[in-house]
């Protein structure tokens, strides 16, 4: 059950990311994230992390990729250029992503044993819920920076006003 | 049953491709969209290793994360359109007046 799960959501994840990396026009890069950002949901959602699952749906794709969307339509973005970059990224770009991808896999393959493996629904089903768990977490120990977080907010909300207001 | 060292390969390929589009695009926007999947991917990194501690930290630490990132994003697509007033282009090759 969890390895259908994990198969089809990482498998339209990674051809989600494929497609946002090969599509020339900006609002097909975004809509492909939304499907990447919904598979990675289902996908904390197996891991046994429920609210980050919500969390996921509510504040990513619907939150922040709709800013995105309002953007790219509000500027009116066409298709971009080809990339005319240098070709030191075509002869050292592909073999370093290669070679970033082999070096990693390779590390979390090599140290398999420790990781172990992903039971459906997590630790949490002794009758304590995931939202339980994190908010006695957060509301006891981690209480000061879950405050200075709406700080962050805040100034964040000033900081786009006065970024994106017509200029006098 | 899913290893955990599955769940890690696919963020780091995510991460890759993050990295990539951000090296190959020309819109500053997608530019900016590619910096979404790499927080994407390092929040697959903290659940898995949350799922294998058995502890919640790394789920906070991803609840942060993603309050950050909604926080950036509102303001660098404001940093944004700000420049397309200023420069009434959206292509990184073209916005090099600190190079000039």
Sequence with gaps: MQLALFIIFAVLCVLGALNFLFQRHPINSALSLIVVMMSLAVIYWTLGAEFLAAAQVIVYSGAIMVLFTFVIMLLNAGEEDRTRGSKAAYFAGIPGAIGVIALLSYTF????????????????????????????????????????TSILILVAILGAVVLARKEH | MVPIYAYLILAAVLFTIGIASFLIKRNIITVFMSIELMLNAVNLTFVAFSHVHKAVHGQIFV????????????????????????RQTLDVDRINLLKN
């Design chain 2, 63 to 86: 609840f942060f994360v993603m309050v950050v990132a909604a926080a950036e994003a509102a303001v660098g697509l404001a940093i944004i359109i700000a420049i397309f007033r200023t």
């Design chain 1, 109 to 148: 393959f090599h140290e398999k044993d420790i990781l172990g493996y992903a039971n459906l629904g997590g630790h949490l089903n002794s009758g304590v819920n995931n939202m339980l768990e994190i908010s006695k977490v957060l509301f006891t120990d981690l209480l000061l920076p879950f405050e200075v």
